[in-house]
């Protein structure tokens, strides 16, 4: 909240970055301050990212390589890495002396880009609903966050059913 506050008096626009995992998230980083987010890891299941489509005991899943992993730091032959250069690493000639930033692995398969924007723009309606809020500038004057228990944050979450079956906007494991 406190870069939030420093954002606003210097005219900055905060972006929030890390940890989305579903459309309620996008809501409470604008109401703690955001004025936009990052979508990398709930996006990168989609069609349009890149990635090779697997098929792992019946369920798809993409590959996923974050701009700051080893993999995408790496050099491929002549190619050079741009990762490198972002991550303030372009000086470094041994790869096995790499700092990696970022994570490679598989994500759940979402289709396409334009169905998860479907869902993440109807979750945010709803956040919105929920504070009150007509118009994003709302949400962001007026949406408030509370502290709820452990056991509330299970009970917002879909529990005590077993093999709960995956929705536009709900998925089982909801980490990638």
């Known amino acids: 909240m406190e870069a939030a506050k420093a954002c606003k008096k210097a005219d900055i626009p905060l972006i929030a970055d890390g940890g989305l995992q579903y459309s309620g998230d996008i809501a409470k980083a604008i109401v703690s301050g955001a004025d936009s987010v ?87 309606r709803s956040g919105m609903g929920y504070a009150g809020a007509p118009n994003i500038k709302a949400l962001q004057r007026n949406g408030r966050l509370i502290q709820i228990t452990a056991a509330g944050l299970q009970e917002s979450h879909p529990h005590d059913v077993l093999d709960v079956a995956d929705a536009p906007n709900y998925y089982k494991n909801a980490k990638n």
């Open 38 to 124: 990052m979508l990398g890891s709930l996006l990168a299941g989609c069609d349009e990212s890149p990635g090779e489509l697997v098929e792992i005991d019946g369920r798809k899943y993409k590959a996923y390589r974050g701009m700051g992993s080893l993999g995408a730091m790496q050099s491929r032959g002549e190619k050079k890495s741009y990762s490198k250069d972002r991550y303030m690493q372009d000086d470094v000639l041994s790869e096995d002396k790499l700092v990696p930033e970022g994570i490679e692995g598989k994500v759940t398969y979402r289709g396409s880009v334009s169905e998860v924007v479907h869902q993440l723009v109807g979750g945010l």
